[in-house]
């Protein structure tokens, strides 16, 4: 037990004979090494892109409130009626007719 932990440490396995098998499955190690390394860039490349949209989708969201509440301001008749008063044009008294056509 000693003694073949020793040779592996020392990568003695390597270099006897028979050894193509043991290059082989070093090889298919380090292939499976780079695949979980690449994977994990991977996902953690991915998981910052997510961070960012999720931090841009708040921001646009405030926008899109703080817009919608400018426009509410700017419709109210009050307001409205400030602006036109402003071009001289005021509200009529008389209320529309309906014209109905047979």
Aim: glycine share 2%.
């Amino acid at each position: 037990m000693k003694e073949s932990f020793k040779k592996i440490i020392l990568g003695k396995f390597l270099i006897n004979e028979g050894s193509i098998k043991n290059w082989g499955y070093v090889f298919f190690l380090f292939s499976i090494c780079l695949i979980m390394i690449y994977s994990s860039h991977s996902v953690d490349s991915k998981i910052i892109k997510i961070s960012v949209l999720k931090n841009e989708i708040s921001v646009l969201q405030s926008n899109f409130i703080t817009k919608r509440k400018e426009v509410m301001i700017l419709k109210m008749e009050s307001n409205v009626s400030l602006v036109m008063s402003d071009r001289n044009i005021e509200s009529s008294n008389t209320p529309p007719k309906k014209i109905i056509i047979d």
